[in-house]
């Protein structure tokens, strides 16, 4: 059995999640945006490969399931299926030759999706348990709801390998609990409840197997993903950087997000050289160079991804910072 090691600070989940049950709602009439705004997620964010903290995605998706279907997860499971996986992971995934290393895959690049989870592949005699959990965390609201979501995907990844009607002899879930929606998707399956972690059981003669669907999506667009070993500036950066569309982020917010006081946030960004404001500056910046070198985007929608309401304060914080107007930029880097 391989564990992902447990990492430190806050435990951060890739956007691109909760857009799947958001997704979801919206296909089914449900209000996404009120349940995205309870649960303190960014309500304009379309970024997949941004992160949030892990807790409030979670709230989410508990608000979501307790009004609308406790079967929730399992229901977005199966209706997004892996497609919402990080790009580059998918590459990887999608272009190995065998079942067994596109599980492989998953395991060693588990942190492009989350920070904190646990994944790993138990063989038995038989067969293989590819299973999922979060150590210490079974009680916090969402993690039953986030696990169906999670087994969902891995089924879904499994049957480009073993055919899209393929399904597991057993299912394993930490719940007491199972959900009747699953006799209907799974009628031929064991459902195992109150298990140390959820799983699918696979056979050992089908790891063997190579994809029966061969299409490689694009690779990564670049996007920051959480690297191996816990950075504390990094991880700020990488939470704020999604919530910039919301406006300007206040101490006190950034502070929530990392689970410290405000005078904390300030003593760790003072050990990098840094001040708040610095940081919000850095960052606004970086992702207006980003998008300024795209001609199509007008500066408008531009200031408004980093959090400005007024285009004239954009142009002279731009200003400020690059000694060009963002415009004098875009010319100057696309000729």
Known sequence: MSLRQKKSGPPLLRMGHPMAFTAFLRHIGAPADRYLRNGKLPVLCNEPDMFVPLERAWSFFD????????????????????????????????????????LRQLVSMASAEASHIQIGIQERHADALFYTRYAGMQAVPGYHSS????????????????????????????????????????????????????????????????????????DASGDPVLSGNFDYIETLRVLLRTYLPDGYPSTHFAAALMDVSERTLARRLADHGLTYGQLIDELRFSEAKKLLREPDIRIEEIAQSVGFDDQSNFTRMFRRISGLTPREFRKATLI
Request: aromatic residues 6%.
């Open 63 to 102: 608000a979501a399931a307790r009004h609308e279907d406790p079967a929730l997860g399992w229901l977005v499971g199966a209706h997004a299926g892996d497609h919402n996986l990080n790009l580059g992971l998918l590459r990887k995934l999608e272009s190995a030759t065998t079942l067994l290393q596109a």
């Open 147 to 218: 696990q169906a979501y999670q087994i969902g995907v891995i089924l879904d990844l499994v049957r480009h390998f073993l055919g899209q009607y393929w399904s597991p002899d057993v299912i394993g879930v930490e719940h007491s609990i199972a959900p009747s929606v699953l006799k209907s998707q799974f009628p031929c399956t064991r459902i195992l409840t109150q298990q140390p972690m959820g799983y699918i059981a696979i056979p050992r003669t089908c790891l063997h197997k190579m994809a029966r669907q061969t299409a490689v999506r694009p």
